[in-house]
T-cell receptor, first 110, second 115 residues
Framework: SQQGEEDPQALSIQEGENATMNCSYKTSINNLQWYRQNSGRGLVHLILIRSNEREKHSGRLRVTLDTSKKSSSLLITASRAADTASYFCATEHNTDKLIFGTGTRLQVFP | DTGVSQNPRHKITKRGQNVTFRCDPISEHNRLYWYRQTLGQGPEFLTY????????KSRLLSDRFSAERPKGSFSTLEIQRTEQGDSAMYLC?????????????FGPGTRLTVT
């Protein structure tokens, strides 16, 4: 079964706009990771945030983590058509395996 | 390219046949993971190895599934007597501890279609 729920399930925006995706999970974590997947292909690791961190940046990506609410958000600023993909959050617990959410399908129109 | 590689990329088989997939991890990575992903869903954990030892298996991994990593390098995932419900993308990932965190790097996947 999947741990995370992502919201929204699908998101359509224009190039240049910001995209925000949210992820909620059920049990305590060691860290939370965000991945991107282009249609029918493998996953690309975007960013990892540890349970004792609240915010992390990488280029146009900003991730926040609120362990009291068991939720995380991924913000992509100044989106580009090339950002069109599915985005997944994945939580790691004491077992070292990743438990993925259901994903957000992002469409960026030029 | 020194990333994770998987072969074949696509496999079409008839129900009841056996199939085997191969994963070659990033060379210095000691952990290797298998996941399965069905259409519209996130990947689901199947099993993982540390070196040649299989440390955990999901309940999703029925008796028809077996995975090996004989020398702690490449891994194979075999499905015996395939069923239509086995149709999915099978993803492999590898990792190495970085300050006690295992960041996983995924291969391109093997897409299995059972007819």
């Amino acid at each position: 079964s999947q741990q995370g729920e992502e919201d929204p399930q699908a998101l359509s925006i224009q190039e240049g706009e910001n995209a925000t995706m949210n992820c909620s999970y059920k049990t305590s974590i060691n860290n939370l990771q965000w991945y991107r997947q282009n249609s029918g292909r493998g996953l690309v690791h975007l960013i990892l945030i540890r349970s004792n961190e609240r915010e992390k940046h990488s280029g146009r990506l900003r991730v926040t983590l609120d362990t009291s609410k068991k939720s995380s958000s991924l913000l992509i600023t100044a989106s580009r058509a090339a950002d069109t993909a599915s985005y997944f959050c994945a939580t790691e617990h004491n077992t070292d395996k990743l438990i993925f959410g259901t994903g957000t399908r992002l469409q960026v129109f030029p | 390219d020194t990333g994770v590689s998987q072969n074949p990329r696509h496999k079409i088989t008839k129900r009841g046949q056996n199939v085997t997939f191969r994963c070659d991890p990033i060379s210095e990575h000691n952990r290797l993971y298998w996941y399965r992903q069905t259409l519209g869903q996130g990947p689901e954990f199947l099993t993982y190895f540390q070196n040649e030892a299989q440390l955990e298996k999901s309940r999703l991994l029925s008796d028809r599934f077996s995975a090996e990593r004989p020398k702690g390098s490449f891994s194979t995932l075999e499905i015996q007597r395939t069923e239509q419900g086995d149709s999915a993308m099978y993803l492999c990932a590898s990792s190495y501890p970085n300050d006690r965190v295992y960041e996983q790097y995924f291969g391109p996947g093997t897409r299995l279609t059972v007819t």
